[in-house]
């Protein structure tokens, strides 16, 4: 909406997201983003844009967490730390395909037990990549960042809009 696009579709695609044994964190996210890119069907001048967004504390990557549990812990070993957020995303037309990633250096405050308990108890973690969601009630634990706001949300804007201008997007609306 921010770029002025409107879906025709959303459409999650069904992959495995399990990193690779060893695979650092960029490769991971560049690999699975292709691999969303790869299992959307769709008309041969559709636009089909995928995103994914990985958080890593170094070489580590803190995915989507399982359980409550998962993201305690995930948020525990993030809090009084920097790590990097980066998002990859991938567009898809007429047999072309086209990618970019940002990487965001994100500092995540160190979380009081009561912080913690009523972000895990609020569900706002569920689904997100290293447990935490900047846009929500998590963005009160992230007194610093450098990078891109929206791609640590999860979809970059000025990388998204690069791409849709590419694949010629715009020009099919005279914008």
């Excluded at 567009?91 to 995540?108: D, P």
Aim: net charge positive.
């Amino acid at each position: 909406m921010q770029l002025g696009v409107i879906p025709d579709a959303v459409i999650a695609a069904d992959i495995d997201e399990t990193a690779l044994p060893g695979e650092l964190p960029r490769a991971y996210c560049a690999r699975v983003t292709r691999a969303k890119l790869d299992a959307i069907a769709a008309g041969a001048d559709d636009i089909v844009l995928c995103a994914d967004t990985t958080v890593a504390l170094g070489r580590r990557i803190l995915g989507k967490p399982r359980d409550a549990g998962e993201a305690a812990e995930f948020l525990l070993k993030l809090a009084g730390r920097r790590h990097s957020v980066i998002t990859c995303v991938a567009l898809r037309r007429a047999g072309r395909h086209w990618t970019r990633t940002q990487v965001s250096a994100v500092k995540m405050k160190r979380l009081s037990d009561d912080e913690l308990n009523g972000y895990l108890a609020s569900g706002e973690w569920q689904g997100k990549a290293g447990g935490y969601a900047i846009q929500g009630r998590a963005g009160a634990f992230i007194p610093w960042m450098t990078g891109s706001f929206t791609g640590v949300m999860g979809l970059p804007a000025a990388e998204t809009m690069t791409l849709l201008r590419t694949a010629g997007y715009f020009q099919d609306r005279n914008a």
